[in-house]
């Protein structure tokens, strides 16, 4: 029945997110006005203080890591690569199939000199997104001379390991 609705059966339905109290929504809505605007440090701000307003409310877990994924976006533009890579990490110890916090996680790591990585996050990019999937190749193999000087032959062997994650369909509105 999966696949004659076109959908893989190795793929699991996301969550229909909750929507956000109208103060935590303004804030965001603020961050990215700002971000837009190329203001980043007022965007990061206005982030976190809607994340401080969410608070730790389990049923609001998709909108702190979107708040979340927004700020290590302002992190990264700001050059901040260690506060990208724990905003991105915490988003995806909640969803391991956000493919923009691994590709942004990965950005982080390789502009720290992190090749092995970065290209474990590239490769969960690969499999989550198809629509980035040529820029996370790119990317790796922008990483394949850094990798085989610093490991080798052996560099495959190397890598981080990374949980296994499946596509998840999102839904539709």
């Excluded at 990215?32 to 440090?41: D, E, Q, R």
């Excluded at 110890?93 to 092995?116: F, I, L």
Aim: hydrophobic share 35%; net charge positive; proline share 7%.
């Amino acid at each position: 029945a999966a696949a004659a609705a076109g959908v893989d059966a190795t793929t699991t339905p996301a969550p229909v997110p909750v929507p956000l109290p109208a103060a935590v929504q303004k804030l965001k809505d603020e961050g990215n006005s700002l971000f837009k605007a190329g203001n980043y440090p007022g965007a990061m701000a206005a982030y976190s203080r809607a994340l401080k307003q969410l608070g730790s409310d389990s049923d609001q877990a998709s909108g702190r890591c979107t708040l979340l994924n927004n700020r290590a976006a302002c992190h990264s533009k700001l050059g901040d690569c260690a506060s990208c890579i724990g905003d991105c990490t915490q988003v995806l110890d909640v969803q391991s199939g956000n493919a923009k916090a691994w590709m942004r996680r990965g950005d982080a790591y390789r502009a720290q000199e992190k090749y092995g990585d970065a290209y474990a996050d590239y490769q969960q990019v690969v499999v989550l997104d198809p629509s980035n999937c040529a820029n996370a190749q790119t990317a790796m193999g922008r990483l394949l001379p850094h990798l085989k000087d610093q490991h080798g032959a052996s560099w495959r062997t190397k890598l981080p390991q990374r949980p296994s994650v499946q596509p998840t369909l999102r839904p539709v509105a």
